[in-house]
Nanobody
Framework: QVQLVESGGGLVQAGGSLRLSCAAS????????VGWFRQAPGKEREFVAA???????????YYADPVKGRFTISRDSAKNTVYLQMNSLKPDDTAIYYC????????????????WGQGTQVTVSS
């Protein structure tokens, strides 16, 4: 079992930055693919970014097109934490952001990972 807890959300003006954290406990988190998703009001949850384990994939990362060049996902295996650095934020980035994990990268990228966090609200004002 893996427990995920997100933090770092908040209110920021357009053009600003936030860093979200996803802290994990339970099984060896470093072996899991970890992803970030978001869900805006009235919209379906969508994939944002994912990162593979460092030990067998050199931490390969994936990004959704709307966030490429603005968001960066990274992980600190020693702290069992994955981060999402969000720069140049736009009002369209307003959503609840969720952290998720699975051993299989396809499960994460397709939006069907085994473990989910409770979410953290990000609000970008214009």
């Amino acid at each position: 079992q893996v427990q995920l807890v997100e933090s770092g959300g908040g209110l920021v003006q357009a053009g600003g930055s936030l860093r979200l954290s996803c802290a994990a406990s339970g099984r060896t988190f470093s072996n899991y693919v970890v992803g970030w998703f978001r869900q805006a009001p009235g919209k379906e949850r969508e994939f944002v970014a994912a990162i593979k384990p460092n030990n067998w994939s050199d931490g390969i990362t994936y990004y959704a097109d709307p966030v490429k060049g603005r968001f960066t996902i990274s992980r600190d295996s020693a702290k069992n934490t994955v981060y999402l650095q969000m720069n140049s934020l736009k009002p369209d980035d307003t959503a609840i952001y969720y952290c998720a994990a699975d051993r299989v990268d396809r499960a994460v990228v397709s939006g069907n990972p085994a473990y989910w966090g409770q979410g953290t609200q990000v609000t970008v004002s214009s």
